[in-house]
């Protein structure tokens, strides 16, 4: 209504306000960023290392009793070692990835975005390159970018394409920047070997989608921040944020419309 002066988000995505209404509007707005880098580069990790060596289904064979003798080549998967890693949106939690993927003796990171980001590359070593040869010469593609009309649908049939068969795609920023039905075919007809969302459009996503049927697609509810302690510190941000609105005063954390 009319009385609205200040919506906080208990969020650091924004993509599900209306912000041309509420810059019309003059209403301001509260965030949490910075304060889920942590868990949600953990949990990207996670997710990787879950898909690329088969976790789930892995786990799913000891309880159906797929767990027989020993095979040389059952439930093998691709390791992050001697690696490239292509990173898409190389911002606070595309760094906090790198940094912890780094360890795992990945040969070389690639990123893309809106530009170079030579500062924040240098500790990684990482290179700027166009979207196509991300995609073409990374054995995993994480992407870490904001929801934009740049990146929405960026990851298409185009895309999956480009990609190597034994590369391994994980998606922990906003579903709709991935074209479903494109990676629905590529995971479908071999065109990857595997993927890891933990985003998706819509969400929740309905039991009875295509993806779900698939058993080298790993989707997770949109938990990249579910620690108790990431989630306690956001509700206090957003708290101080909302309070501070409506005072007047500076927000701990405004977005800048």
């Known amino acids: 209504g009319p009385d609205l002066k200040v919506i906080s ?26 304060v889920l880098t942590d868990a949600t580069a953990e949990l990207s990790v996670a997710l990787l290392l879950s898909a690329c060596r088969r976790l ?28 490239t890693v292509g990173i898409i949106g190389l911002g606070r939690i595309g760094q906090a990835v790198a940094r912890r993927l780094k360890p795992f003796g990945v040969r070389k990171f690639l990123y893309t975005g809106s530009g170079p980001k030579p500062e924040s590359a240098a500790e990684f070593g990482a290179e700027f390159v166009p979207l196509t040869r991300l995609a073409e010469e990374s054995d ?71 993806l779900l049927s698939l058993k080298n697609c790993v989707i997770l509810p949109h938990i990249g921040s579910a620690t108790y302690a990431t989630r306690s510190t956001m509700a206090v941000l957003a708290a101080n944020n909302l309070l501070a609105g409506l005072r007047g005063e500076p927000m701990p954390h405004e977005l800048k419309l």
Not at 26 to 33: D, L, S
Not at 190 to 200: C, H, P, R, S, Y
């Open 140 to 210: 995993f593609v994480v992407v870490t970018c904001a929801l934009t009309p740049a990146t929405q649908g960026m990851c298409n049939k185009d895309f999956f394409g480009r990609m190597k068969k034994t590369s391994v795609f994980v998606n922990t920023s906003r579903g709709a920047v991935v074209n479903q039905e494109d990676l629905y075919n590529a995971l479908a007809h071999g065109q990857i070997a595997a993927a890891g969302l933990d985003v998706t459009t819509p969400e929740p996503l309905p039991t009875d989608h295509p």
């Open 9 to 34: 988000t208990l969020s650091v995505g924004f993509d599900h306000l209306a912000l041309d209404e509420i810059k019309k509007r003059g209403i301001r707005v509260g965030y949490t960023p910075d």
């Open 56 to 83: 789930p289904e892995a786990a799913e064979q000891v309880k159906s009793g797929g767990w027989t003798t020993w095979k040389p080549l059952w439930m093998c998967g691709y390791g992050l070692s001697d690696s």
